[in-house]
């Protein structure tokens, strides 16, 4: 029980510091994922599943970092998705993830949201979900997920993962690419 109070402050914490006013004032930094967090000592099969998260966190965290609404209209052919819709499908993709790994605190809000709190929620239940798998002292059976979490893995965070790739060929298309001061290797920006 105390395990589940913890990140229910967590959750709470973290709401409080991104929502309302502060989203006006609020600087990338402040945001999970600006960079990858240092890795864990040891391998488990939690800290190295969190790994991914963190790769796809940070991958998202830079493909939408500075998106204009010219960008997030932006689609390369009819049939395509915009950017904005590209972002509301990995946005549902972190809902997948977290109420699949999670057994409570849930994210089952169904309120149509605008991109900026779109991407705080997708970095807030990504990092929600890395950190309770990189915790060895509580950590979460990974053969005990909603669904198999092979399927986790090669679904949702592949998929995510690949749009986030499709959301930087569109802002190229835009005219506004990626910062070219970002490692992904390293996880974080290039002096």
Same mark, same amino acid.
């Given at each position: 029980?105390?395990?589940?109070?913890?990140?229910?402050?967590?959750?709470?914490?973290?709401?409080?510091?991104?929502?309302?006013?502060?989203?006006?004032?609020?600087?990338?930094?402040?945001?999970?994922?600006?960079?990858?967090?240092?890795?864990?000592?040891?391998?488990?099969?939690?800290?190295?599943?969190?790994?991914?998260?963190?790769?796809?966190?940070?991958?998202?965290?830079?493909?939408?970092? &500075? @998106?204009?609404?010219?960008?997030? $209209?932006?689609?390369? +052919?009819?049939?395509?998705?915009?950017?904005? #819709?590209? !972002?509301?499908?990995?946005? &549902? @993709?972190?809902?997948?993830?977290? $109420?699949?790994?999670? +057994?409570?605190?849930?994210?089952?809000?169904? #309120?149509? !949201?605008?991109?900026?709190?779109?991407?705080?929620?997708?970095?807030? $239940?990504?990092?929600?979900?890395?950190?309770?798998?990189?915790?060895? #002292?509580?950590?979460?059976?990974?053969?005990?997920?909603?669904?198999?979490?092979? $399927?986790?893995?090669?679904?949702?965070?592949?998929?995510?993962?690949?749009?986030?790739?499709?959301?930087?060929?569109?802002?190229?298309?835009?005219?506004?690419?990626?910062?070219?001061?970002?490692?992904?290797?390293?996880?974080?920006?290039?002096?």
């Amino acid at each position: 029980m105390m395990f589940v109070n913890k990140f229910k402050l967590l959750i709470i914490l973290s709401l409080i510091v991104f929502t309302g006013n502060a989203q006006d004032n609020m600087t990338s930094e402040k945001l999970p994922f600006y960079e990858i967090p240092e890795a864990p000592e040891t391998y488990t099969a939690g800290t190295v599943a969190a790994r991914m998260i963190d790769g796809l966190g940070f991958r998202y965290f830079w493909s939408t970092e &500075g @998106l204009t609404e010219k960008d997030l $209209n932006h689609k390369c +052919s009819e049939s395509g998705r915009t950017s904005a #819709e590209t !972002i509301e499908h990995i946005y &549902g @993709l972190s809902k997948f993830i977290r $109420n699949a790994v999670l +057994s409570h605190d849930k994210d089952l809000d169904i #309120e149509v !949201i605008g991109f900026e709190a779109q991407r705080m929620q997708t970095l807030l $239940n990504l990092k929600l979900v890395s950190d309770l798998l990189r915790d060895t #002292e509580n950590p979460i059976n990974l053969e005990e997920t909603e669904v198999p979490f092979w $399927n986790i893995i090669n679904g949702p965070i592949a998929d995510a993962t690949w749009h986030c790739g499709q959301i930087v060929m569109l802002r190229r298309a835009s005219g506004n690419p990626f910062n070219s001061k970002v490692s992904v290797f390293a996880g974080k920006l290039k002096a």
